[in-house]
């Protein structure tokens, strides 16, 4: 971890620009509506850049941007992945913070000025702010389901979005020095690709909850992780072992041996439950190594494999939203209601 002593505070008169950039790859069905909740903003001083990754649904995608005009900035390239498309984006944006919108989902009319008055208030240079969000199906924004999301500590923060998966990039406000420090989005990957960036920044860069819901994710059929699921669970199988060889010691909650090796476990126990095996496997030697018996481990991860039977059976009986009103009720049940 290396964050810097020196990162200056934002001044009073903080007014950045603010570059939103819209990823799509036939996406007609939906851009008109992302577009226009960034166009939407109460915040002025934005540029809003459209990518057309190669969408090849006889030109359609593109008609629904360039029929916003010169209000957007658009640009078209052959298909390379939503990682190429966000990385030619960086390159073209003027901004100096950068904000993405994926096509399918929306902004809250208030998003870019409720962050950049966070940073203003309480950021410095170094600072990248996350927010709630809801989760709604198709286009039934009514319906919405909140999100809401911790607050984590920054030396903590890898730790979190591993053992948790619940950050979602699009709710991100993010300065653009970061991408210069860290580098861009991996373009070998592609359904991962903003989790492993969000990692290789949290080394560098500290992620701050502002607790407000500030866009909506879409959940619908033709999204990637649905097509190309068996694509994405291997990915980010991979992804997740090479994240917990990367988590240092010192990034893991506890403040002597025995509680980092129980938060090692905690997090083994969050893998197996979504079936990341080879990462789960390393943090439990990892809680091992720190104290934690045979027996610990093995009661765990049995309680993690039935955990596994309960997620995969709700993901076939409900819905996304449906799922986080499960979440959201079992969070408030007092601790012996839930076997703990």
């Not at 577009?35 to 008609?63: F, H, K, M």
């Not at 190309?228 to 010691?249: M, Q, R, S, T, W």
Request: hydrophobic share 45%.
């Amino acid at each position: 971890m290396s964050f810097s002593p020196e990162a200056g505070f934002v001044s009073d008169r903080f007014n950045p620009l603010v570059t939103i950039v819209i990823p799509v790859y036939n996406g007609a069905e939906f851009l008109a509506d992302a577009i226009q909740s960034a166009l939407d903003q109460t915040y002025s001083a934005i540029e809003i850049i459209v990518v057309n990754d190669g969408s090849n649904d006889s030109g359609a995608t593109e008609r629904v941007a360039r029929s916003f005009g010169n209000a957007i900035r658009y640009f078209s390239k052959s298909n390379g992945g939503v990682a190429s498309a966000l990385n030619l984006a960086i390159l073209e944006m003027s901004g100096d913070y950068f904000s993405w919108l994926s096509h399918d989902d929306l902004y809250v009319a208030d998003k870019i000025t409720n962050q950049v008055a966070f940073i203003s208030a309480h950021g410095d240079s170094q600072t990248i702010v996350y927010s709630d969000f809801s989760i709604f199906t198709d286009n039934r924004v009514d319906g919405a389901v909140p999100v809401v999301m911790p607050g984590v500590r920054a030396e903590h923060f890898r730790y979190w979005i591993t053992a948790e998966s619940a950050l979602h990039g699009c709710s991100l406000l993010i300065p653009r020095s970061a991408f210069d420090s860290v580098g861009p989005f991996n373009e070998s990957l592609r359904t991962t690709q903003d989790y492993e960036l969000w990692f290789r920044m949290a080394a560098h860069y500290r992620f701050v909850h502002l607790p407000q819901v500030l866009m909506g994710a879409r959940s619908h059929a033709n999204q990637d992780t649905h097509k190309i699921a068996d694509v994405a669970f291997k990915e980010a199988g991979n992804l997740y072992l090479e994240f917990v060889k990367l988590i240092e010691p010192c990034e893991v909650p506890g403040n002597s041996p025995v509680e980092i090796g129980i938060s090692y476990l905690r997090l083994a126990s969050s893998l197996w439950q979504r079936g990341f095996d080879d990462a789960a496997a390393h943090c439990a030697a990892m809680a091992r190594h720190y104290g934690a018996s045979f027996v610990q481990v093995v009661v765990a991860q049995l309680i993690a494999y039935s955990a596994r039977i309960a997620r995969r059976v709700a993901r076939t009986l409900f819905s996304p939203q449906a799922r986080q009103v499960i979440r959201r009720f079992v969070a408030r049940m007092p601790p012996f209601q839930r076997g703990r």
